[in-house]
């Protein structure tokens, strides 16, 4: 495995190993997610590169920039046992270089839930991963379905600019509770994490009423706050029930529908969904 700081050093490497090249992209501290994303790449693809860079673009200025965990040697050895065969660990400098102007901008689809409550948030997504996109320039790249808008945005920014590659979304993989793994799981206190799994059950409670034919949008919204709001230790900053497309609020869901949410629990925002599709 060849672990290389600089963009010239990605496309040479690139150059050099043959076959079908398929990218994870990560901002690092790597859970059993991110590791089903590479699991999955070196099954689809003759290499697979990972990218790790917690990016300060799409970190807003009271957000969680300087204390986002890292520990690149665990992600290192982890990613080693995979067989990754690339990782590109860029400082700040290497992609924002001074004199750095331009950015990437999805419009409709950032701008509610996630866009909303993070403003800038998509804006920094799209430009990295468009950048990662040009150095590595893979088959195929690696997200998760947990970040369900930010996969949306990806595939709109793919389609909309022609990127020649193709876009994977994996299943959310969560801890035995049903907690969402994610990097900031590591901010909960034990009675937050104990309280964290109400995410998950209120998505659950709401999927099981929409498969019951419950198909009122805002019934099922009103379904996932009442279980949050039951959970004295969980803020909720938004629940929805979206159209999957074009993430808008639902009327009626009997087409199918995003439901997702964030809440604060302590010092950590949490983000779930769930997509429920007609056929399911
Ligand atoms: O999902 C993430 O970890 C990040 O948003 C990504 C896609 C690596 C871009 O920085």
């Known amino acids: 495995m060849q672990v290389v700081e600089t963009v010239s050093d990605v496309r040479r490497i690139r150059r050099e190993l043959a076959g079908s090249w398929g990218l994870v992209p990560t901002m690092g501290y790597l859970h059993a997610g991110h590791l089903s994303l590479v699991e999955r790449a070196r099954a689809e693809n003759d290499r697979v ?3 790790i860079f917690v990016n300060p673009t799409q970190f807003g200025p009271n957000e969680d920039l ?3 965990p890292r520990d690149l040697e665990r992600d290192l050895s982890l990613l080693r046992e995979l067989g990754v065969d690339l990782v590109w660990t860029p400082f700040v400098e290497e992609m924002y270089p ?5 950015y990437v901008t999805v419009e409709e689809v950032t701008r509610p839930l996630e866009g909303a409550a993070r403003p800038g948030h998509f804006r920094g997504v799209t430009t990295v991963v468009a950048k990662l996109f040009n150095v590595f320039q893979p088959d195929r790249a690696y997200f998760g379905q947990k970040d369900a808008q930010q996969a949306i945005v990806i595939q709109r920014m793919v389609k909309d600019l022609n990127f020649p590659l193709e876009i994977v979304v994996c299943p959310t993989v969560r801890e035995p ?3 969402a793994m994610s990097s900031r799981n590591v901010y909960l206190t034990p009675e937050q994490r104990a309280a964290a799994p109400v995410l998950y059950r209120s998505l659950c409670a709401a999927r099981n009423a929409w498969v019951a034919g419950e198909h009122d949008g805002e019934r ?12 004295p230790l ?4 938004y629940v929805s029930a979206a ?14 529908v995003l439901l997702s949410m964030a809440v ?3 010092k950590a925002r949490l983000i779930d969904n769930i997509l429920l599709t007609p056929d399911q």
């Open 98 to 102: 001074p004199g750095f102007q331009t």
């Open 66 to 68: 300087e204390s986002y």
């Open 177 to 179: 509770d049903g907690l």
């Open 220 to 231: 099922l919204r009103r379904i996932m706050r009442s279980i949050l709001d039951a959970e």
């Open 49 to 51: 590169g990972v990218s």
């Open 243 to 256: 159209d999957p497309q074009t993430l808008e609020e639902l009327g009626d869901a009997s087409q199918g």
């Open 264 to 266: 604060r629990i302590g």
């Open 234 to 237: 969980a803020q909720t900053e």
